[in-house]
């Protein structure tokens, strides 16, 4: 017997009958003598339309209420689940975060997970229900409902199977695994065996969208082995673990993009220390995150300071950013949320030199210009114009060879 903890996405129970084959693969786990704890999104397109209808209300809603509202969407599935596997003869409890409870700081709509207690779980089990858990959702420290951002239910499953110790966390989602790229721009895009945490960890913050961020630091954190594998096939999947199980790999193992991405420049900041700080401290007191920053070389004692956020903080970002740059005395900011980040990964990247060298000379052959660089041990990304992001993943994908053979 094994505990398993599987997870399935919107897409995976975005209809009725959708719901009726998860339930039925969640039984055959449970029949094989396995204990089950099941988490799931919201129904496809169900989060959008609800924070589309708090939209229609308010520009900016109170993230607070907004929570309140996202939250819905995973308790209609929960629900939806739990009956059909009762339905079929297997027992099921539904539970939403605050009733296990997922604690959670009160960063509201990107919360963050502090504490999973796991009793209430445990205590299913052993009474032979199978744990219908709501993703995406807990609680904060004053009762109120939080939310943990996009792709949060993948960080709620991983947080499940860690705090319970299971055997495995299971992610089913519309693909059947890690791919080295998108198989929606490249065709011949491969179906990766086996990655690790870190190379999982760098294409997820860059924009691959099989597994959320937070997810893989919960399993890298606690070593949970993640499966991402097809809610509609029983092919084997992509096993997310630790490098020392992934014998020599190739020098880059994919390339993701992200068209989440905004950049803002304050124009003439004056060179002199703390200005850096006064201008960033605004922004993570508000939980915006930072990520790729420029400075350009001082001249006459001004500089030009470039970084960039998600488009979703763009607006927000903007506002705070522009009060930020007059209390220092800048010129000016300027704002552009039509960009891209596309980047090469790659554990043998620490061992093997010119990668970057034939990321730039491929993209200077197609004539795409790169507006800031960024690099770890084991990436490269660039800034470049969102219209050309397609064909710079394309060709990206084919210098580096990552394609399957012809």
């Known amino acids: 017997m094994a505990l398993i903890v599987q997870k399935y996405g919107g897409t995976s129970v975005g209809t009725v009958e ?6 039925k693969r969640v039984a055959r786990t449970k029949e094989k003598g396995n204990d089950v704890v099941v988490v799931v999104s919201a129904m496809s397109g169900e989060t959008n339309r609800l924070l589309g209808l708090a939209h229609q209300i308010s520009e900016m809603p109170n993230e607070r209420e907004l929570d309140v509202v996202a939250a819905t969407g995973e308790q209609v599935t929960i629900g939806l689940l739990a009956i059909a596997l009762t339905e079929m003869g297997c ?10 409870p997922v604690l959670t700081d009160a960063a509201y709509v990107k919360a963050r997970i502090r504490q999973i207690r796991g ?6 089990l052993k009474e032979g229900y199978v744990a219908v858990v709501a993703g995406f959702q807990g609680i904060d420290d004053s009762g109120s409902i939080t939310t943990l951002g996009r792709g ?9 199977a860690a705090a319970l110790k299971a055997d495995v966390c299971e992610i089913y989602t519309d693909v059947d695994g890690v791919y080295t790229t998108d198989p929606n721009i490249c065709s011949d895009a491969r ?11 760098e294409l997820a913050s860059l924009g691959a969208k099989v597994l959320q961020i937070r997810s893989v630091e919960f399993g890298m954190k606690y070593g949970v082995r993640i499966h991402v594998r097809s809610s509609f096939n029983d092919n084997q999947g992509t096993i997310v673990t630790t490098e020392e199980e992934i014998m020599e790999t190739a020098v880059v193992s994919g390339v993701a993009y992200s068209k989440s991405e905004a950049k803002i420049t304050v124009v003439k900041v004056p060179d002199r220390p703390g200005i850096a700080a006064k201008i960033f401290k605004p922004l993570s007191e508000a939980n915006i995150v930072v990520d790729v920053i420029v400075q350009n070389v001082s001249v006459t004692g001004f500089t030009d300071l470039t970084f960039t956020i998600g488009r979703t903080d763009f607006k927000k970002a903007m506002q705070i950013t522009e009060k930020a740059a007059k209390d220092v005395g800048a010129e000016r900011i300027v704002g552009d949320d039509k960009i891209a980040k596309v980047s090469v990964v790659g554990m043998a990247m620490r061992s093997h030199s010119g990668v970057a060298l034939k990321l730039f000379e491929t993209l200077a052959a197609e004539g795409i210009n790169i507006l800031g660089i960024s690099t770890s041990e084991i990436k490269v990304s660039v800034l470049i114009e969102e219209k050309y992001t397609e064909l710079a993943v394309r060709v990206l994908h084919g210098a580096f060879g990552l394609g399957n053979p012809a």
């Open 152 to 160: 949060g239910s993948d960080t709620s499953a991983v947080a499940v």
């Open 91 to 100: 027992k099921a409890k539904s539970f939403c975060g605050f009733q296990i």
């Open 191 to 201: 179906k990766l065996d086996k990655i690790s945490f870190e190379e999982m960890l």
């Open 119 to 124: 009793e209430t779980i445990t205590q299913a």
């Open 18 to 23: 959708k719901i009726k084959n998860v339930a």
